[in-house]
């Protein structure tokens, strides 16, 4: 969840376009790197023994019905509610911010 907040504020504060796509890939780094150092750093042996360790799931399959289908429109749809309620109440990056650069950017948009 911080990293979720940290993320959106460290690209909220991006100054242009161009900085925006490199600050995102960027995070899409820190994010994988934990996969990264876990495929380069942990010796083979180790990871033999990380797939040996099997924990079983909850449920042998997944059952076609609509709980399953819709978790994914679920999931947009909290995703959408995340970034309205940043934008909107959360963001701290721009104090005071009404909206007033609306017509600057427009050309851009």
């Given amino acids: 969840v911080y990293l979720l907040w940290l993320g959106c504020r460290w690209l909220c504060?991006?100054?242009?376009?161009?900085?925006?796509l490199l600050n995102s890939v960027a995070l899409e780094?820190?994010?994988l790197l934990k996969d990264a150092l876990f495929t380069g750093v942990v010796p083979d042996r180790n990871k033999r023994a990380t797939q040996n360790t099997l924990?079983?799931?909850?449920?042998?399959?997944?059952p076609a019905?609509?709980?399953?289908?819709?978790s994914a429109f679920l999931l947009l749809a909290v995703s959408f509610g995340w970034v309205l309620y940043y934008v909107y109440r959360f963001q701290a990056v721009l104090p005071d911010y009404k909206w007033d650069?609306?017509?600057v950017c427009k050309s851009y948009v």
């Fill in 65 to 70: 019905n609509y709980r399953v289908f819709l």
């Fill in 13 to 20: 504060a991006t100054p242009s376009f161009s900085d925006l």
């Fill in 29 to 31: 780094f820190i994010v």
């Fill in 101 to 103: 650069v609306a017509k």
């Fill in 55 to 62: 924990i079983q799931p909850w449920q042998k399959t997944e």
